[in-house]
């Protein structure tokens, strides 16, 4: 899912709606870091209920073998837990041109420019939403039930996530540990992109050393529809019809997406539009690229990792060339 860097200098920025957004993710984190409890102290813990410890477990193991295997950091990351009381860690909002693929950008000092906004309340996050639609633009907005701090805090495991089957819990969890591996400010689709070739790599060992099987996932089938969709609009968004025969054929475009949202955690209540194929797309659109860099390492992790690190450092039009 998706990395948020908390900037605390607020200070420096202008705007009272600027402020009043970096205080709600500098508290919003600090509340979660407040709640963290290390493992050990949870798990011996006699009011806490058998089958959280369970999945405790399970995480720790996973956590472990993150380092051992993949080459992730071995820190602080995932040696606590902090139960938040409600469904995700928060919410982010993407917001896209009625007729562009292209995000919205919120851009920060530190962190650089993503393509969305992380509430972790829902009624600012969802006020946010209505302020973009008044723009004329498409929006969505999602529920996340984990992000990387990249490694400024020891990220918490969370109860928004612990009680997802092993496979999903070990998918995530690489997935997050990979921001600390490699960060690019201003290219969202690069760390992104990059996360998901760590996660689903992992998981692939992971299962194999385990011997588990993978369940099925649609995955390929949901991704060729993205893709498919994504070019028909690009195409129609360049071509010369009116406004109302654009909204139309848009419409049915999308139209599509809307069985494989209502089976997907945090999407169930999406509406199919630009700001939903933007989101995705933030995920997939350079997984190929970074597959292919995998296979050239001969499929060693650290090798891949020092060759991300070392496109990470270029500036983006050098990185995007080699990348192609």
């Not at 860097?5 to 709606?17: D, N, R, T």
């Not at 407040?34 to 806490?48: C, E, G, M, N």
């Not at 050393?209 to 994504?230: H, I, K």
Request: with cysteine; glycine share 6%.
């Amino acid at each position: 899912m998706r990395a948020l860097l908390i900037l605390l200098s607020a200070a420096a920025l202008a705007g009272c709606e600027t402020l009043a957004y970096y205080g709600q993710a500098a508290g919003g984190q600090l509340a979660i870091s407040a709640k963290a409890r290390r493992l050990a102290q949870v798990l011996a813990d006699p009011d806490v209920a058998p089958v959280l410890k369970e999945r405790l477990r399970a995480a720790r193991g996973i956590r472990d073998y993150a380092t051992r295997a993949l080459a992730l950091p071995d820190n602080g990351a995932y040696r606590s837990y902090a139960d938040l009381g409600r469904p995700y860690a928060l919410w982010n909002v993407v917001a896209a041109p009625e007729f562009s693929l292209e995000p919205v950008q919120s851009c920060f000092p530190v962190a650089g420019c993503v393509a969305y906004r992380g509430y972790y309340d829902r009624g600012n996050a969802r006020r946010h939403a209505a302020q973009r639609r008044a723009a004329g633009d498409d929006v969505l907005v999602y529920g996340v039930p984990a992000y990387s701090t990249l490694g400024w805090f020891d990220d918490p495991l969370l109860s928004t996530f612990i009680d997802y089957p092993d496979a999903e819990l070990a998918r995530l969890m690489f997935h997050e540990l990979a921001h600390q591996v490699a960060y690019v400010k201003d290219d969202s689709a690069f760390n992104e992109s990059f996360a998901v070739v760590v996660e689903r790599e992992g998981l692939r060992r992971w299962l194999r050393e385990t011997g588990r099987e993978a369940l099925p996932s649609g995955r390929g089938e949901f991704e060729a529809l993205l893709a498919q969709t994504r070019q028909t609009l690009q195409a129609l968004y360049r071509s010369r019809l009116g406004a109302e025969e654009m909204r139309r054929r848009k419409r049915e475009s999308l139209e599509a997406l809307r069985p494989w949202l209502v089976r997907m955690r945090g999407f169930e209540s999406a509406e199919p539009n630009n700001a939903v194929l933007a989101s995705f797309a933030t995920y997939t659109q350079k997984v190929p690229a970074f597959e292919r860099l995998l296979a050239d390492a001969g499929g060693d992790l650290e090798r891949f990792y020092a060759r991300v690190r070392e496109l990470a450092s270029l500036p983006r039009a050098e990185r995007e060339a080699r990348l192609r």
